[in-house]
């Protein structure tokens, strides 16, 4: 399977802290994106890297990408009790397709 | 982004029959989208790739007589899946390949519950 890996495959946490999420791919890509997924619904798009960029900001996101280790982090910064949902991760091999990876739930208690 | 749509929001149908999914861009011309399958507390698994105006390109396993794609138009791809069983019940997801070719915004999911 092509499909990424993602860990933690839970997280909880409180409002106010930190949370990280990772991201381990196989092959050679173009850009990894991360979504969001409430629960039921569909996915929001969070933020695109390139694989020759190493750090990207937008607002309380951080993503950091290591192609070396093929690997992504995602982190949300001061989180909320709305930042409740899945994320996941999802990779672009340059043909259009997108290969996501098995998510992470993080559930923000407030 | 694009603003995608999807008709019906949940489903429920008996075992056998047909179900047509609907998959709207609502603002935006697109030649491209993708439909998924998600599976409870899983993963987003891609099936076929919709394409106007001819065939779509199916996902190796994804049986395209079983799951029929059409694109007729460029806001406007559904998905039939066919002689539904109890093992298609899922969360069908579509979405669109924004101009910038390579973010994709996707519609809200269909719920299958196939009885």
């Known amino acids: 399977s092509q499909q990424g890996e993602e860990d933690p495959q839970a997280l909880s946490i409180q409002e106010g802290e930190n949370a990280t999420m990772n991201c381990s791919y196989k092959t050679s890509i173009n850009n990894l994106q991360w979504y969001r997924q409430n629960s039921g619904r569909g996915l929001v798009h969070l933020i695109l890297i390139r694989s020759n960029e190493r750090e990207k900001h937008s607002g309380r996101l951080r993503v950091t990408l290591d192609t070396s280790k093929k690997s992504s982090s995602l982190l949300i910064t001061a989180s909320r009790a709305a930042d409740t949902a899945s994320y996941f991760c999802a990779t672009d091999a340059n043909t259009d397709k997108l290969i996501f990876g098995t998510g992470t739930r993080l559930q923000v208690f407030p | 982004g694009a603003v995608v749509s999807q008709h019906p929001s949940r489903v429920i149908c008996k075992s056998g029959t047909s179900v047509k999914i609907e998959c709207r861009s609502l603002?935006?011309?697109?030649?491209?989208m993708f439909w998924y399958r998600q599976f409870p507390k899983q993963s987003l698994m891609l099936m076929a790739t919709s394409n106007e105006g001819s065939k779509a390109t199916y996902e190796q396993g994804v049986e395209k007589d079983k799951f029929l794609i059409n694109h007729a138009s460029l806001t406007l791809s559904t998905l039939t899946v066919t002689s539904a069983h109890p093992e298609d019940s899922s969360f069908y997801i579509c979405?669109?390949?924004?101009?910038?070719?390579?973010?994709?915004?996707f519609g809200p999911g269909t719920r299958l519950l196939v009885l």
């Open positions: 603002d935006f011309q697109a030649t491209t």
């Open positions: 979405s669109v390949v924004a101009g910038d070719q390579e973010t994709q915004y």
